[in-house]
């Protein structure tokens, strides 16, 4: 079927059922950002692969509605499906509830597929569109009848983390967990974020490509704990061990009928950002439901000292491997045919090679010249273009190691850039640096080290469409809450133990894009009369490309930093490499 036919297909469901909008939103059961090929909604209706976005289907339209990340991707991924992109003001807004109450008239009724909408979204939708008189059905997969050989669920194995690994039992997780349910004066707690599950079980999987996560539901209650998974995941051993930690195992398919049967009079813990419509729909209405962000969300977020140290380790064997390809591309750019998938192919082989390495924790963005302005661009046979001595290159790459979870970008000059070109780098650095020094109180929150972050690129009326940070798990999803670097107020502050990304950058589309990025982690710098003060420590560990820097543009202790930077790096990484290696990188670290 084309993508045309498919979108016929809906809109005979929805004529047949008097529906005038369906809403089709990036999701899984779980709300998950990352889905197994089941869940690939938009990809299959539309063409557009992008991990956000929202397809909306009327009678006479049907519209992307997504952010400035994918702009251009999805204008070409879009072409003769049938759907136009609708930009986004402001990212992971539903901006398309307003062009609904404007365009349908009073007494129409939008569907959806409760499995596939967060309680907030769901109740948002509810709310805003009865204001109008258009009603909601919930209850509508116009998916499946059109979808033939829609993939099953993913039936890899998963397995069970030593504490070794993780720093903490799921006995000691279960309890913190529970404690905090207490003073929610809860009974239940219903999780179904695989990031979590994964987090309080010290599980592991392969259920959803980058991310080594199982999927599966708990539902943590006054007599013990259920997790609902396919039982065949996991060992008899590995079974024990969750039985001796009182945690019984349940078919996944179970948690409906679980909720359902919550005795009248109890409550429970529900996080509506985390938790599918449909499930909050099995819980009777007798049980009294409180809403917030799941406990686990929080504890995951600060990481425990073994957490942190593993993590250290991790980012010295993930330099290595960055340092061997960077070398391998400096020696061969010019002299043999390399394009943007050959060299992502070959710098998975070198991470490969590092001790606990998993995979990769997300597709690499490996964008020469104007596919460097597409943040989020990932090459395909139609797109891959060669890399010639000539141009900027932008590398935005990732490893999953049991020992930590990894995210850099950098940028490298591989011949002949123009003046613009080492404006806008050195700005890009300037800004990074800014935001992995800056000192900040206690409290503070994401979008003041977004503003500290950004003044470097405001201050020569530059900016970029994207936050400035996200948190990484720890062995876990890259993308990661509760905290997050972006202009919007989000209430959650910054707090020792948190690893965020640190990446500012510039894009200028059909030429080039520059970002750079590190990973830090907040940690405690100083107490004086007037509170206490954080910072952060860089995490991330491979060379920054000096050769394109204009060096009057930094100040001195921007020098200092990039200096000692790139110091830091051989010595941490030196013991690890040969001579040829080591003399290759500290050329590439000489101060400026």
């Not at 079980?201 to 708990?218: E, H, Q, T, Y």
């Not at 945690?247 to 009248?264: Q, R, T, W």
């Not at 995210?407 to 650095?429: A, M, P």
């Not at 009057?552 to 040829?580: F, M, S």
Request: charged fraction near 25%; include cysteine; charge should be negative.
């Amino acid at each position: 079927m084309t993508y045309k036919d498919k979108l016929a297909g809906i809109r005979s469901q929805m004529e047949k059922d008097q529906v005038e909008a369906y809403i089709i939103p990036s999701a899984d059961p779980h709300i998950s950002e990352y889905v197994p090929d089941r869940y690939k909604c938009i990809a299959f209706t539309s063409g557009f692969t992008g991990s956000a976005g929202t397809l909306v289907i009327t009678h006479d339209f049907a519209g992307l509605w997504t952010d400035a990340r994918y702009f251009v991707q999805a204008e070409e991924q879009l072409q003769d499906s049938g759907f136009q992109l609708v930009k986004l003001q402001a990212q992971a807004t539903p901006e398309y509830i307003a062009w609904l109450t404007g365009r349908l008239n009073e007494g129409a009724t939008v569907a959806f597929d409760a499995n596939l909408i967060s309680i907030q979204l769901a109740e948002l939708l509810e709310t805003e569109l009865s204001f109008a008189g258009i009603k909601i059905s919930s209850d509508k997969d116009y998916l499946s009848p059109v979808w033939e050989n829609r993939p099953g669920l993913p039936s890899e194995t998963a397995y069970l983390l030593s504490d070794t690994i993780t720093g903490k039992t799921v006995s000691s997780k279960l309890e913190e967990v529970k404690a905090a349910l207490s003073k929610y004066r809860t009974h239940y707690h219903l999780i179904s974020s695989l990031d979590d599950i994964a987090w309080l079980f010290n599980i592991r999987g392969s259920d959803v490509k980058c991310n080594p996560v199982v999927l599966a539901f708990a539902l943590l209650k006054p007599e013990g704990t259920s997790l609902y998974i396919d039982e065949t995941k996991l060992s008899a051993q590995e079974k024990n061990q969750l039985s001796e930690c009182g945690v019984e195992l349940e078919p996944y398919g179970g948690v409906s009928n679980a909720l359902a049967s919550i005795p009248a009079g109890s409550s429970i813990l529900v996080d509506p950002k985390r938790n599918c419509f449909a499930l909050y729909q099995q819980i009777p209405q007798s049980v009294k439901v409180v809403f917030d962000t799941n406990p686990s969300t929080n504890f995951k977020a600060l990481k425990n000292a073994t957490e942190i140290a593993n993590t250290r380790r991790t980012m010295i064997r993930d330099g290595v491997a960055l340092t061997r390809f960077f070398k391998w591309l400096d020696e061969n750019i010019g002299r043999s045919r390399l394009t943007e998938i050959s060299v992502a192919e070959r710098l998975y082989q070198f991470r490969a090679e590092q001790e606990d390495f998993v995979g990769e924790s997300f597709d690499t963005i490996a964008g020469y010249k104007e596919h460097g302005a597409l943040p989020h661009y990932k090459a395909t046979p139609q797109s891959d273009v060669e890399l010639k001595a000539d141009g900027l290159f932008l590398l935005d790459s990732g490893g999953q190691y049991k020992s930590g979870t990894t995210d850099i970008t950098r940028v490298v000059s591989l011949g002949n850039i123009t003046d613009e070109e080492k404006i806008d780098y050195t700005l890009v650095l300037k800004g990074m640096i800014e935001g992995s020094t800056a000192r900040f109180p206690k409290g503070s929150k994401g979008y003041q080290i977004d503003a500290i972050t950004r003044k470097p690129l405001w201050d020569h009326a530059r900016n970029y469409g994207h936050g400035t940070g996200h948190g990484v798990g720890y062995f876990l999803n890259v993308h990661e809450g509760p905290q997050i670097f972006n202009p919007s107020n989000w209430p959650v502050e910054i707090e020792p133990g948190m690893i965020t990304s640190v990446e500012p950058g510039i894009y200028r589309p059909f030429k080039y894009g520059i970002r750079i990025e590190n990973l830090v982690l907040t940690v405690v710098d100083e107490i004086s009369e007037f509170g206490e003060f954080y910072t952060f420590e860089t995490l991330t560990l491979f060379v920054i490309d000096t050769a394109p820097v204009k060096k009057d543009l930094l100040q001195p202790h921007h020098i200092e930093w990039l200096n000692n930077y790139n110091e830091e790096v051989v010595a941490k990484l030196g013991p690890l490499l040969d001579e040829e290696e080591l003399r290759w990188l500290k050329e590439k670290a000489k101060a400026i």
